[in-house]
């Protein structure tokens, strides 16, 4: 799929319309033991699961949301996917590896996490996200992958009542040992992890006016991680930028 734009930065923008017509396509489940493989490769570097949230019914892809509970050491929950990697991306022919990844997500302690607690959107929407992503890059035969961006719509709007953050990027997670990143299935395939972390719109703008490194200066600047924080500081608001041209 060709690029529809180009950002400041010189990186493609694509957009994509909605697939009112496409034709329903039964879901792949996996290969055999390819995600027990998954959940055994978090239980090592993570945690021990606590629990599976199951999708009932499935297109394309049968994308189960995992939950493993804050410890001492890793004080928050941590919410993962398999069912993404089941297909490969149409990663760009240039790009060696990268064909297969997973999804996860670092909320705060506090976050509710429950069947009951998911009916409300303000709780849900990080598993809503998880979801998406996982099947949008098959449904659309296209691909996601580090520093990678999507707004909450067109005009993007907030991810919740409770927060401006309004989009998403995509990147390693870093409060993770650093064999994490990466899952050998077999000689020739690997599974690539990438946590999703909410921007706000002028980091979004940001980003793609001057590219994914630099905005990940301004994260290493203010401590930002992985851990999604609904009200942390907007590293891009015209205040902190004029301190970021000043050095």
């Known amino acids: 799929m060709k690029p529809t734009d180009y950002s400041e930065s010189g990186q493609p923008i694509y957009r994509y319309e909605d697939q009112e017509t496409r034709e329903w396509s039964p879901a792949e489940y996996g290969e055999e033991g390819w995600s027990e493989k998954i959940v055994e490769h978090f239980e090592k570097h993570i945690g021990k699961i606590d629990m599976v949230f199951h999708e009932i019914v499935s297109e394309t892809i049968h994308v189960d949301v995992y939950h493993i509970l804050p410890t001492p050491e890793r004080n928050f929950h941590t919410l993962f996917t398999t069912g993404m990697s089941y297909l490969p991306m149409n990663t760009p022919e240039e790009l060696e590896g990268g064909q297969y ?26 598993v809503r996200w998880l979801k998406v992503i996982a099947r949008f890059v098959h449904d659309y035969q296209t691909w996601m992958g ?28 870093i409060q993770v040992p650093e064999s994490f990143g990466e899952l050998q299935m077999d000689e020739e395939r690997s599974v690539n992890f990438y946590s999703i972390v909410p921007l706000y719109p ?18 290493d600047e203010h401590g930002i991680t992985e851990l999604v924080d609904l009200k942390r500081k907007n590293v891009c608001k015209p205040s902190s930028l004029l301190k970021f041209w000043k050095k």
């Not at 990844?101 to 990080?126: G, H, Q, R, V």
């Open 101 to 126: 990844a997973e999804l996860m997500i670092s909320l705060p302690p506090t976050w509710p996490i429950s069947e009951e607690a998911f009916k409300n959107e303000d709780c849900y929407w990080p």
């Open 202 to 219: 002028e980091e979004m703008d940001f980003k793609l006016k001057h590219g994914i490194n630099a905005l990940l200066e301004r994260f």
């Open 146 to 173: 580090f520093g990678h961006t999507m707004p909450n719509g067109d005009p993007a709007e907030p991810l919740s009542s409770q927060t401006k953050q309004s989009g998403i990027v995509l990147l390693p997670p």
